[in-house]
């Protein structure tokens, strides 16, 4: 059982950066693949970003390729979205993922999920 808790998300104006962290809640956290996913009003949830237990190699959705880094601090239990030069249409719920396989994010799902922190984009 692993228990993720995102924070960080909040109201921000369009090309402003934000950060949003997930923090896990398990000893074996080193061993995790770990990623984010984000879901709009109205829309499926979408793939944002993955990280292998190493820190490499990570993934990224083409919609936030160059503009996003996801990150992982293994001392810390924690994994991170930088976000940079945000976009109204990146509004969503952001959602943090842990999976035993990196393969598991790769195919666009997780094992783990926590409940999500609003991330709002305003042009």
């Known amino acids: 059982q692993v228990q993720l808790v995102e924070s960080g998300g909040g109201l921000v104006q369009a090309g402003d950066s934000l950060i949003v962290s997930c923090a896990a809640s398990?000893?074996?956290?080193?061993?995790?693949?770990m990623g984010w996913f984000r879901q709009a009003p109205g829309k499926e949830r979408e793939f944002v970003a993955a990280?292998?237990?190493?820190?490499?190699?990570?993934s990224y959705a083409d919609s936030v390729k160059g503009r996003f880094t996801i990150s992982r601090d293994n001392a810390k239990n924690t994994v991170y979205l930088q976000m940079n030069s945000l976009k109204p249409e990146d509004t969503a719920v952001y959602y943090c993922?842990?999976?035993?396989?990196?393969?598991?994010?790769?195919?666009?799902?997780?094992?783990?999920w926590g409940q999500g922190t609003q991330v709002t984009v305003s042009s």
């Open positions: 990280i292998t237990w190493s820190g490499g190699p990570t």
């Open positions: 398990t000893r074996s956290f080193s061993t995790y693949a």
């Open positions: 993922a842990a999976a035993l396989n990196f393969g598991t994010l790769l195919r666009r799902t997780g094992d783990y």
